[in-house]
């Protein structure tokens, strides 16, 4: 029996059981291959991970960690599972956070003192406002030419990112500073810490739009049709639905709370804005939107989770393990925790000796369907 | 159906548990951590007899330790300074590729307190903001910073423009032209000292010798810098020196039949037939001190270290490229700054667009000099 005795063949949805067995799995994979390279460098896989998972989840303090580093990618998780809902990609977050957190940086830093809860709204609403227009720009590029927004949002990215470097080593350049970063924005402006628990309110923020966003695909009748534009646009249309109205408000919503990330992240935890903000968590947040299956409430658990493992990546280098294998363990668990999603909607069988011409067909027909 | 999809998780546990079991088994016998060359004994127990068994320093740097710049000339000079003190080379946790960011730097702080160290160095000057608004958290964990003076953290820094004098002074007596380059990194007060170093003693040799610099405006970036060196050497400059991390500008030299100063570490390795000796960084000597201090409980926020001479060192000669005349010539230029006959920063001192920066017979002060927003007369080029 050879590989060609196996074939792969479409399943039917998998449960829900069936696919949280199939992610911690395939974590598992993820560590068992890491643990080779651990052990070749001398170091025991057992203890790495144990040190990984006590710094990041098994205390108070680590917790708070892994919740503040989720934060950003919860909110451009939501963002990218928003676009997809509507099989629209959103590849740029991270340029919809950085106009955000740059449209709200601005007004924190020179923006008239207005009273307290008024000035904190309009910040939210810069910053959320900011993501939404860079996300509009490929959203009307999409709805009234069709150009891909693929490539748009991914190509704004390097715009905003440019911009962002530009105002941080230039005009926005705190003093005696050798970094890119701001002076610090008005202390009225941090948000609140939830008791003393350490965790800013920031969380509250991703959690309620986590549940609206839930609430809007399920019950809404926006919400509805955009899931019916996601099998096929064409009969969208022929229902009457209006498909570019319908990209214009998703696109718009998914940049708005990408822009949110500039939001908790500059007011809640760097209180200053600084160059490298988004750091990668717009492309991440892709990563955590497929993970969590575009499911809203599962991209903020996700979220913490990979929060935590960036976080772990310091304590592992106390052990003495070199940095570069702290952020391999992290880059293998992610892609084994996506190539098992495949998993999700195939499965491996052997061949019978007797198969027959149309079994093949069918074989040949379900690999044609491989995709995301 | 189902026996087989059972029969495939089965499968796939097993692969993981053989691959786990095959992994720790493998490791068990060896599980101490690979030790770094540099220091391999501790050296004897200092003179005072303090305990230093208990002692630990984190440090947190941009790059790996190994990087053959900036932040192996860091992890070398800690290395020393802990050997001669006596502390077991363990006693120091490394936290490499943290980049200067609120969240990375916070993080790799708490992982260190968390580990209970008893110093921290922060190596790089991107952290100066960051571990300030961290360091009251935790009063008792020491913090020492590279740059300039920051509140709530112990300062340090090299007078990195005496080294440089020398490089500049013996470019400078070697050339035959009148133009030497410098491949500088970002416009920073401490890149600028290093340029005007050089620069001041090019002329300290030859009172008609310019200097012309070019900007990566990277730390470290091999392609620009490797620009940086040919624009140099396209311009007919056969003599240069450097601020750049990366080996590009010593191995384009020596593709092209140039000179120049390395930096950071020890470069003759890299390009033996370009590299006339190196600028060095030896925090060790102030590392020693803020251990010191730290260990005994008298460092203070306030405290600041701005250090030259044996701090701003430079390597040996390559003696197949240094004329031994010009070698003598050097090492007393250095006993000569060390004595103070030569002041660096001495009147009169003009910048390049005419100010005068220090009268005749005046001295510049360090404050002025940690800052400085200027290059010197024979400077070709803008610091903006």
């Known amino acids: 029996m050879g590989l060609a005795n196996i074939r792969l063949e479409r399943k039917q949805v998998a449960s829900l059981g069936r696919r949280i067995l199939n992610s911690v799995l395939f974590v598992l994979l993820g560590f068992a291959f890491s643990g080779i390279f651990i052990a070749a460098l001398g170091f025991n896989p057992f203890t790495v991970y144990a040190k990984m998972i006590s710094y990041s989840f098994l205390n108070l303090r680590g917790i708070r960690g892994s919740i503040m580093a989720g934060l950003p990618l919860m909110l451009c998780g939501l963002s990218v599972s928003a676009a997809f809902k509507m099989n629209l990609n959103n590849i740029g977050a991270e340029g919809q956070y950085a106009v955000g957190a740059l449209m709200g940086g601005a007004f924190a830093l020179y ?17 959320a406002l900011g993501g939404a227009l860079w996300a509009m720009i490929a959203a009307v590029l999409k709805a009234y030419w069709n150009v891909n927004e693929t490539i748009i949002t991914l190509m704004l990215n390097y715009i905003a990112l440019l911009l962002m470097d530009y105002l941080c080593y230039g005009p926005w350049m705190a003093k005696r500073q050798t970094t890119p970063i701001s002076e610090k924005i008005p202390q009225e402006l941090y948000l609140p810490y939830l008791g003393n628990s350490g965790i800013n309110a920031g969380i509250v923020i991703a959690v309620v739009l986590a549940v609206l966003l839930y609430l809007f695909f399920q ?79 599962a991209v903020i658990l996700v979220s913490i989770l990979l929060g935590g493992l960036n976080n772990s990546c310091s304590a592992v280098q106390i052990m003495g393990v070199p940095s570069q294998i702290a952020a391999m363990i992290q880059g293998c668990i992610m892609i084994f925790v996506i190539a098992g999603e495949f998993f999700n909607r195939y499965r491996l069988v052997l061949k019978k000796p007797d198969t027959t011409a ?12 491989v995709g995301l | ?6 029969a495939s998780i089965l499968l796939a546990l097993a692969i993981t548990a053989a691959s786990l079991a095959g992994c720790s088994g493998g490791s068990s016998a060896n599980s101490a951590p690979a030790s770094t060359p540099a220091a391999e004994q501790s050296a004897a127990p200092s003179e005072q007899g303090t305990d230093w ?26 290395l020393r300074a802990m050997q001669s003190l006596g502390i077991p080379e363990e006693n120091l946790i490394t936290i490499e590729n943290v980049s200067e960011e609120q969240v990375a730097v916070e993080n790799a702080y708490n992982a260190l307190v968390s580990e209970g160290v008893n110093l921290i160095i922060g190596a790089s000057s991107g952290y100066a903001a960051f571990l300030s608004d961290l ?12 740059g300039a003076r920051t509140e709530n953290l112990i300062g340090y820094q090299i007078r990195n423009y005496e080294g440089m004098f020398l490089a500049g002074y013996a470019c400078a007596l070697m050339s035959e032209s009148k133009t030497l380059g410098f491949a500088a990194s970002m416009s920073e007060a401490s890149v600028r000292a290093a ?29 620009i810098e490797t620009q940086s060196a040919q624009t140099l050497i396209n311009q007919g400059i056969k003599y240069m020196g450097m601020e750049a991390s990366s080996p590009a500008v010593p191995q384009t030299c020596e593709a092209n039949g140039a000179y120049c100063i390395g930096y950071n570490v020890d470069m003759e390795e890299l390009a033996p037939k370009a590299v006339l000796f190196s600028y060095v960084w030896n925090f060790a000597p102030i590392f020693e001190k803020i251990i010191a201090s730290a260990a005994d409980g008298t460092a203070n926020p306030d405290d600041y270290y701005y250090e030259g001479g044996d701090s701003s060192a430079i390597s040996d000669f390559n003696s197949e490229l240094v004329p031994e005349d010009v070698q003598k010539k050097v090492l007393q230029v250095k006993e000569d700054i060390a004595s103070g006959k030569i002041k660096v920063y001495g009147g009169e001192l003009k910048d390049n667009k005419g100010n005068v920066l220090v009268a005749a017979g005046e001295t510049m002060s360090d404050e002025q000099i940690v800052a400085q927003e200027f290059l010197v007369d024979n400077v070709i080029g803008d610091w903006q």
């Not at chain 1, 149309?358 to 369907?369: F, I, L, N």
Request: charged share 10%; hydrophobic share 45%.
């Open chain 1, 111 to 127: 923006g008239p003192a207005l009273p307290l809860p008024l000035r904190m709204a309009v910040m939210f609403l810069l910053c």
């Open chain 1, 219 to 297: 019950y809404t009748t926006v919400g509805f049709q955009v899931q019916v534009n996601k099998y096929s646009l064409r009969s969208a249309q022929y229902a009457g639905i209006n498909v570019r109205r319908n990209i214009l408000i998703i696109l718009g919503l998914s940049g708005a709370i990408a822009g949110l990330a500039g939001f908790v992240q500059i007011t809640g935890v760097v209180h200053r804005v600084q160059a490298q903000l988004p750091g990668g968590s717009g492309y991440t947040g892709i990563v955590i939107a497929y993970l969590s299956q575009f499911h809203p409430l």
């Open chain 1, 358 to 369: 149309a079994g093949q067909a069918e074989a040949v027909e379900s690999k044609g369907g």
């Open chain 2, 1 to 6: 159906m189902k026996n087989k999809r059972f």
């Open chain 2, 53 to 78: 068994s208990n002692f630990k320093i984190g440090q947190i740097t941009s790059l790996v330790v190994n990087d053959g710049g900036w932040c192996q000339a860091t992890n070398q000079s800690i």
């Open chain 2, 135 to 146: 360091a009251p958290q935790n009063p008792d964990v020491i913090i020492a910073q590279q």
């Open chain 2, 195 to 223: 340029i005007n170093g050089f620069a001041l003693g090019a002329k300290y040799a030859d009172p008609e010798e310019k200097v012309q610099v070019v900007w990566a405006n990277s730390w470290y970036d091999v392609d």
